[in-house]
Nanobody, 118 residues
């Protein structure tokens, strides 16, 4: 219903940082909830961060203390700040956003590759 455009992925060394962006299309958008998932080859999709707007964020133990989800309301953009990256963080990362733009929507980004390797 509402396209999401992801960016910010790439190759980074262990211990490095990346910030992923997820831009929500449209000028009449209200975001209610947001999340990030990742999927490595041969593995199931894994939740890495979720948050309701105005609420607290939730992270699994595998990324807690290293990843932070946030939103810039003026830009209608969701972010995932990733610090102290490990090789096991290598995956395709997907954002998902729930909100309202003339109608309710729940959209997914196209995915962006994150590779952590020396």
């Amino acid at each position: 219903q509402v396209p999401l455009v992801e960016s910010g992925g790439g190759l980074v060394q262990p211990g490095g940082s990346l910030r992923l962006s997820c831009a929500v299309s449209g000028s009449r958008v209200s975001i209610n909830a947001m999340g990030w998932y990742r999927q490595a080859p041969g593995k199931e999709r894994e939740l890495v961060a979720t948050s309701t707007v105005g609420g607290s964020a939730t992270y699994p133990d595998s990324v807690k203390g290293r990843f932070t989800i946030s939103m810039d309301n003026a830009k209608n953009t969701v972010y995932l700040q990733m610090n102290s990256l490990k090789p096991e963080d290598t995956a395709v990362y997907y954002c998902t956003v729930k909100g309202y733009s003339d109608h309710p929507f729940h959209s997914w980004g196209q995915g962006t590759q994150v590779t952590v390797s020396s």
